[in-house]
């Protein structure tokens, strides 16, 4: 198919924003962009689609108070501002009125032929519960990509829609649905190769789910923007002169990077802030690969390159099929600026990714990614619906390696993997079978770490009904090869089963009010059959027993048993000899209300923790029978409180803050701070009577300029 002119591409909050100015044809937008990248297809089937999808919606009302049309309306002019193809945009219409209406699949199969199942493939499981509802819904999302991979286009158009509409959600359903985001649907982005529409997605799940720290960031980039800008516009101009007196016709852009790539680094990575120039780049957009190439070469002629930071993914692309030259150079004031050298072609492919192929291209000439079958073939497989989150995250976030068989069949691997990954990757029977491997012809563990190129031998026993070690299960990296060998061992076998039993009653334990000693959970095993309770949490983790089962099985005894009242806090401690010593632990630093246990230590009496500090739940982890239940009686007596302030550094930061907290009515008895780049971790120690106390100092430190967080610490 002939190629049509490219016009200018919008940013991706363009993306489905324009608004028909006659409110009696609303779907204009959605047929004028379809019929630009489309010129010759029909689009009555659009418009059928959108008939159907008004009268089922019809009454409807998003949390916006807009009419629910809205939203499919919206979903569908992304979808046609990105290129999509006639099926997409209906399904993009009709995503939801299987869902939500009475209208069935097998109605829509009989209107749309192909678009309905790209319909089902979208519409979420609701029969189930809000937990397993979000998990398999994913799963299906990935098992339906494999079968269609525009399915997850669908599905990531309207994942965006629904994004811009948070704000008129509950803040903490926003920050649920930005936290899944964030974990899922940005990498599903990234690996589609959807750039523009990852970032918009990163974006607003930053500002959803941490809108403190997401402010500050805005407030400091915009404080440094007039220098910034000047400086850009002025290498800007100096590239487009240099690249012009080379024959290079080339258009420049400056780019600001992401607030949530800026926070990543200032705050995940603790870079140095006021180094604002690593934060914009220029974009140089060619006519050809060759030109690249040359463009590259003239600006290196001019700036020195940054060593270690020229990168051709031109060449070697990335898995998401991404293509550009990279390269950082030291402008001529000193500051270090990154330059991204791509063509037309290569620009519209990273903002769209895999969308982009269906705009030019018909269905027949697209090959779906390699990744998405991989990762199908190892969902399905999963038997427990809360292990696909965190697998899906885990896969998604690594990078990829490329090795290969003996006979050259490459195989795709996260970075990490191992031997057992490989021969589980090639089938499960080699993976079962593994008894050794050859790495590049030498002989290697089974628990080696593979890197891209390497050709892989698996060994296998001889016996056929050999089966993997559980020792494997330490080092894996893989869903699949977790997921199997786990299936593979003995029921009740299994090592992590008492591990994930373990921690699974934690969970429950952190969100009550008060822990239970060893000797209440000994009796609770008991009492439900279980011979000790590492029997009883091999049980919970292999789901054959609730925690809420555990809890009252424990509590049915527990009221007749004796507590020890501390002489110098408001506070008991059941179940420990008359005597000893009692005193509130210095990791944790608990006031009264905390959820509290105690822990009775060899030599030093007992000490009082928070049930959520992270040294009692590795000591109650590993000596479960030193664990004592607590509660408070009043708030008797001082208590030492710590406050962690991170902060952007500015002058006169550390005495704004001790007047904060001095104006909270708190005498402060010492202070120490750790500097990294331009954040500050300032430790503030002070006596307090109780929680509500310690909030009102909370607060106080939150209202000071360039606080970014404010939080109990945990050391």
Same mark, same amino acid.
């Given at each position: 198919?002939?190629?049509? +002119?490219?016009?200018?591409?919008?940013?991706?909050?363009?993306? %489905?924003?324009?608004?028909?100015?006659? +409110?009696?044809?609303?779907?204009?937008?959605?047929?004028?962009? !379809?019929?630009?990248?489309?010129? #010759?297809?029909?689009?009555?089937?659009?418009?059928?689609?959108?008939?159907?999808?008004? *009268?089922?919606?019809?009454?409807?009302?998003?949390?916006?108070?807009?009419?629910?049309?809205?939203?499919?309306?919206?979903?569908?002019?992304?979808?046609?501002?990105?290129?999509?193809? #006639?099926?997409?945009?209906?399904?993009?219409?009709?995503?939801?009125?299987?869902?939500?209406?009475?209208?069935?699949?097998?109605?829509?199969?009989?209107?749309?032929?192909?678009?309905? &199942?790209?319909?089902?493939?979208?519409?979420?499981?609701?029969?189930?519960?809000?937990?397993?509802?979000?998990?398999?819904?994913?799963?299906?999302?990935?098992?339906?990509?494999?079968?269609?991979?525009?399915?997850?286009?669908?599905?990531?158009?309207? =994942?965006?829609?629904?994004?811009?509409?948070?704000?008129?959600?509950?803040?903490?359903?926003?920050?649920?649905?930005?936290?899944?985001?964030?974990?899922?649907?940005?990498?599903?982005?990234?690996?589609? %190769?959807?750039?523009?529409?990852?970032?918009?997605?990163?974006?607003?799940? !930053?500002?959803?789910?941490?809108?403190?720290?997401?402010?500050?960031?805005?407030?400091?980039?915009?404080?440094?923007?007039?220098?910034?800008?000047?400086? @850009?516009?002025?290498?800007?101009?100096?590239?487009?002169?240099?690249?012009?007196?080379?024959?290079?016709?080339?258009?420049?852009?400056? #780019?600001?990077?992401?607030?949530?790539?800026?926070?990543?680094?200032?705050?995940?990575?603790?870079?140095?802030?006021?180094?604002?120039?690593?934060?914009?780049?220029?974009?140089?957009?060619?006519?050809?690969?060759?030109?690249?190439? *040359?463009?590259?070469?003239?600006?290196?002629?001019?700036?020195?390159?940054?060593?270690?930071?020229?990168?051709?993914?031109?060449?070697?692309?990335?898995?998401?099929?991404?293509?550009?030259?990279?390269?950082?150079?030291?402008?001529?004031?000193?500051?270090?600026?990154?330059?991204?050298?791509?063509?037309?072609?290569?620009?519209?492919?990273?903002?769209?990714?895999?969308?982009?192929?269906?705009?030019?291209?018909?269905?027949?000439?697209?090959? *779906?990614?390699?990744?998405?079958?991989?990762?199908?073939?190892?969902?399905?497989?999963?038997?427990?619906?809360?292990?696909?989150?965190?697998?899906?995250? &885990?896969?998604?976030?690594?990078?990829?390696?490329?090795?290969?068989?003996?006979? %050259?069949?490459?195989?795709?691997?996260?970075?990490?993997?191992?031997?057992?990954?490989?021969?589980?990757?090639?089938?499960?029977?080699?993976?079962?079978?593994?008894?050794?491997?050859?790495?590049?012809?030498?002989?290697?563990?089974?628990?080696?770490?593979?890197?891209?190129?390497?050709?892989?031998?698996?060994?296998?026993?001889?016996?056929?009904?050999?089966?993997?070690?559980?020792?494997?299960?330490?080092?894996?990296?893989?869903?699949?090869?977790?997921?199997?060998?786990? #299936?593979?061992?003995?029921?009740?076998?299994?090592?992590?089963?008492?591990?994930?039993?373990?921690?699974?009653?934690?969970?429950?334990?952190?969100?009550?009010?008060?822990?239970?000693?060893?000797?209440?959970?000994?009796?609770?095993?008991?009492?439900?059959?279980?011979?000790?309770?590492?029997?009883?949490?091999?049980? @919970?983790?292999?789901?054959?027993?609730?925690?809420?089962?555990?809890?009252?099985?424990?509590?049915?005894?527990?009221?007749?048993?004796?507590?020890?009242?501390?002489?110098?806090? *408001?506070?008991?401690?059941?179940?420990?000899?008359?005597?000893?010593?009692?005193?509130?632990?210095?990791?944790?630093?608990?006031?009264?209300?905390?959820?509290?246990?105690?822990?009775?230590?060899?030599?030093?009496?007992? =000490?009082?923790?928070?049930?959520?500090?992270?040294? !009692?739940?590795?000591?109650?982890?590993?000596?479960?029978?030193?664990?004592?239940?607590?509660?408070?009686?009043?708030?008797?007596?001082?208590?030492?409180?710590?406050?962690?302030?991170?902060?952007?550094?500015?002058?006169?930061?550390?005495?704004?803050?001790?007047?904060?907290?001095?104006?909270?009515?708190?005498?402060?008895?010492?202070?120490?701070?750790?500097?990294? &780049?331009?954040?500050?971790?300032?430790?503030?120690? !002070?006596?307090?009577?109780?929680?509500?106390?310690?909030?009102?100092?909370?607060?106080?430190?939150?209202?000071?300029?360039?606080?970014?967080?404010?939080?109990?610490?945990?050391?």
């Amino acid at each position: 198919m002939k190629k049509l +002119p490219i016009r200018p591409l919008p940013p991706s909050r363009a993306l %489905g924003a324009e608004i028909s100015q006659d +409110p009696f044809d609303l779907l204009s937008p959605v047929l004028r962009s !379809f019929s630009f990248h489309h010129p #010759r297809e029909d689009t009555a089937p659009i418009e059928r689609a959108w008939q159907v999808a008004k *009268s089922l919606h019809e009454g409807q009302f998003r949390a916006s108070g807009e009419p629910y049309i809205s939203h499919p309306l919206g979903v569908a002019q992304i979808l046609a501002d990105l290129g999509s193809d #006639r099926d997409m945009v209906v399904a993009g219409l009709l995503h939801d009125t299987v869902e939500d209406t009475g209208y069935s699949l097998e109605e829509c199969r009989r209107d749309f032929g192909e678009a309905a &199942s790209l319909v089902e493939g979208v519409t979420k499981l609701s029969s189930i519960s809000r937990e397993l509802s979000s998990a398999e819904t994913i799963r299906k999302l990935i098992l339906s990509m494999q079968q269609d991979a525009r399915v997850g286009v669908v599905k990531i158009a309207d =994942r965006l829609y629904n994004a811009r509409t948070w704000r008129f959600m509950p803040p903490q359903k926003a920050s649920r649905k930005a936290k899944e985001t964030l974990d899922i649907y940005v990498h599903l982005a990234d690996r589609l %190769g959807m750039g523009a529409v990852k970032t918009e997605l990163e974006e607003l799940s !930053f500002k959803y789910l941490d809108p403190k720290i997401y402010k500050a960031v805005v407030r400091m980039v915009a404080a440094r923007a007039g220098s910034r800008d000047a400086y @850009l516009r002025n290498m800007m101009e100096e590239v487009r002169v240099a690249l012009k007196k080379g024959g290079i016709r080339a258009a420049i852009t400056g #780019r600001l990077k992401s607030y949530f790539s800026i926070y990543r680094k200032i705050v995940v990575l603790k870079k140095d802030f006021d180094r604002i120039y690593d934060y914009v780049g220029i974009r140089v957009v060619v006519d050809s690969p060759q030109d690249c190439y *040359s463009a590259m070469g003239i600006i290196h002629e001019r700036w020195r390159p940054v060593p270690n930071r020229i990168k051709d993914y031109i060449a070697s692309p990335k898995p998401n099929r991404y293509k550009a030259l990279h390269t950082t150079i030291v402008g001529d004031s000193g500051q270090e600026i990154e330059i991204q050298i791509r063509t037309e072609e290569m620009h519209r492919e990273d903002e769209y990714g895999i969308a982009a192929h269906w705009r030019y291209k018909e269905l027949g000439d697209f090959e *779906s990614p390699e990744w998405i079958g991989r990762m199908a073939n190892w969902v399905k497989d999963l038997q427990d619906p809360s292990e696909i989150l965190p697998a899906l995250k &885990s896969d998604l976030t690594s990078e990829e390696i490329l090795t290969f068989t003996p006979k %050259g069949k490459p195989i795709y691997l996260p970075e990490g993997a191992c031997p057992v990954d490989f021969a589980y990757a090639v089938h499960t029977e080699i993976g079962n079978r593994a008894v050794g491997a050859k790495i590049n012809g030498e002989p290697s563990s089974l628990s080696a770490k593979l890197k891209t190129g390497d050709c892989v031998e698996i060994l296998t026993s001889p016996c056929p009904n050999s089966s993997p070690s559980p020792d494997w299960l330490s080092f894996v990296l893989t869903p699949k090869a977790k997921n199997k060998i786990k #299936r593979s061992l003995p029921r009740g076998k299994n090592p992590e089963d008492a591990a994930m039993g373990k921690k699974i009653f934690l969970s429950s334990l952190l969100g009550g009010q008060k822990a239970l000693s060893y000797s209440s959970l000994l009796q609770a095993s008991r009492r439900l059959g279980f011979r000790n309770f590492n029997a009883l949490c091999t049980a @919970l983790g292999e789901g054959k027993v609730q925690p809420a089962a555990v809890w009252k099985a424990a509590l049915r005894g527990g009221a007749s048993r004796e507590s020890q009242e501390s002489d110098k806090y *408001s506070l008991s401690v059941a179940g420990v000899e008359k005597g000893e010593k009692i005193e509130l632990a210095k990791c944790c630093k608990p006031v009264p209300g905390d959820a509290i246990a105690g822990f009775v230590t060899n030599s030093r009496g007992v =000490r009082i923790h928070s049930v959520r500090c992270p040294d !009692f739940i590795k000591l109650s982890e590993k000596m479960p029978d030193k664990v004592a239940d607590a509660q408070w009686k009043g708030a008797k007596g001082e208590f030492e409180a710590e406050i962690e302030v991170l902060a952007l550094d500015r002058q006169a930061l550390l005495a704004d803050l001790s007047r904060a907290i001095s104006d909270a009515c708190v005498d402060l008895s010492s202070s120490r701070q750790k500097v990294a &780049s331009n954040l500050v971790s300032a430790y503030f120690s !002070f006596k307090i009577c109780d929680l509500a106390q310690l909030e009102r100092v909370t607060k106080s430190l939150e209202q000071v300029e360039g606080v970014i967080e404010v939080k109990r610490s945990k050391s």
